[in-house]
C-alpha cells in the first residue's frame, strides 16, 4: 500500500511538472501574459489572430484564460489534424511551433522542409520543443517501472479537466481551403530581449 501512494504521488508530481503543448505554446508566445497583444495584432496568451480565434468561437474574451485555452485546444487540434492528413505524419514539436506561429500555409508552401523554415521561426521551434522536451514524468515512469506496486482493490479516483466548451462551438468551415497561390505571411521581428 505504501509503495502504491508514493507511486501514485510521484506520477502526480511528474504530470503536473510536465508542459502539455498548450502550456508550452502560452510561454513561448506570451509568457503566460493574458493581456498581450502583439506586433501583428495577435491576441490572449496563445497570440491568436483574432480571425481565427473568430473561426472558432463568438467571445472576445481574450484575456479570458478559460475562453483562450478551449479556443488554443480547438485550433491546435485542427493544425494537427490537417498536417497529418496533408503529410501522412503526426507533426513533432518542431512542427507544431511552425504551424502556429508561421500558419499552416507557409508550411505548406514550403514543403513541410524544416531547413527551409524561417531562421527566427526557427530558433523558437527549437525553444518549444526543448521545453516539451524536459518533461520529468519520463523520469518519473522509469522509477515508477522499477517499483514492486501492492494495488489497493480500489485505485485513487482523479477527475481530468474537461472542456465543455469545446463541443458547443463547432468550427465554422475550413481555415486553408486553398493552397494553389498561398498569401506570403508577412515576417515577424525577432522578440525584443
Known amino acids: 500500500m505504501q509503495n502504491y501512494i ?24 506570451s509568457g503566460d501574459n493574458d493581456a498581450a497583444v502583439g506586433r501583428a495584432g495577435e491576441v490572449s496568451r496563445f497570440q491568436i489572430m483574432p480571425h481565427v480565434w473568430s473561426h472558432y468561437s463568438g467571445s472576445r474574451a481574450f484575456r479570458n484564460t478559460k ?9 491546435l487540434q485542427e493544425l494537427t489534424t490537417w498536417f497529418q492528413q496533408r503529410t501522412g505524419r503526426a507533426a513533432s514539436d518542431f512542427d507544431i511551433y511552425v504551424l502556429w506561429n508561421a500558419g499552416p500555409t507557409y508550411y505548406h508552401r514550403i514543403g513541410f522542409k524544416t531547413s527551409r523554415v524561417n531562421r527566427v521561426i526557427t530558433e523558437r521551434a527549437r525553444r518549444y520543443a526543448a521545453l516539451r522536451a524536459t518533461t ?11 517499483t514492486t506496486l501492492q494495488k489497493p482493490a480500489t485505485p485513487p479516483a482523479t477527475k481530468l479537466p474537461t472542456v465543455a466548451v469545446a463541443k458547443s462551438i463547432p468550427p465554422k468551415g475550413p481555415l486553408w481551403p ?14 525584443s530581449p
Do not use: C, N, W, Y
Not at 475562453?67 to 485550433?75: C, E, G, L, R
Not at 520529468?136 to 517501472?145: F, G, K, L, S
Open 67 to 75: 475562453v483562450s485555452t478551449t479556443v488554443a485546444a480547438m485550433h
Open 178 to 191: 486553398v493552397f494553389e497561390q498561398p498569401p506570403v505571411p508577412a515576417a515577424r521581428s525577432p522578440p
Open 136 to 146: 520529468p514524468t519520463r523520469q518519473t515512469e522509469t522509477v515508477i517501472a522499477a
Open 6 to 29: 508514493l507511486a501514485f504521488l510521484l506520477t502526480a508530481a511528474g504530470a503536473k511538472a510536465e508542459l502539455s503543448r498548450l502550456d508550452a505554446l502560452s510561454l513561448i508566445e
